[in-house]
């Protein structure tokens, strides 16, 4: 696939999430596709190495806790053989009352014009802050 191809895929991957169209982004990745979220497990329960299985359950698990979804957009992409890389930014708000607004930097690999890899790098303590961190107590 050209590089071309393999941004526009990596584009429909965000536009697919954005409609919660969650079946067709996972539709996009290869079935051995791999997603690595940065951080140290012990401070950032989502930190680490994701199958396509277990992304797809943090996928839903983060949507069920949002109002409308979770708007994904694409601001900036470059590709270079079968890499893509991408600056994102999310828009959403949760059931609990907190609103996310996350900036990632996404480096995509593509195989046979499916994404075979993800690292994710993004605001960790901001993260933390919407979706972990607990109410305080008053």
Known sequence: MSTEQNKAVAVEFFDRFTASDIDGA?????????WRIPGKPESSPTAGLYSKERIARLFRTML???????????????????????EVQSVGDLTNGRCYRQEYH???TFRDGKICSVREYLDTQHAYDVW????PVV
């Not at 996972?26 to 791999?34: C, I, P, R, V």
């Not at 109002?67 to 053989?81: D, F, R, Y």
């Not at 972990?132 to 109410?135: G, K, L, S």
């Open 106 to 108: 996404i480096l995509m």
């Open 64 to 86: 069920g806790r949002l109002t409308s979804g979770l708007k994904m957009s694409v601001i900036s992409s470059i590709a270079e053989g079968d890499k893509v890389a991408l």
């Open 132 to 135: 972990i961190r607990p109410d």
């Open 26 to 34: 996972l539709g996009t990745m290869t079935e051995d596709a791999t």
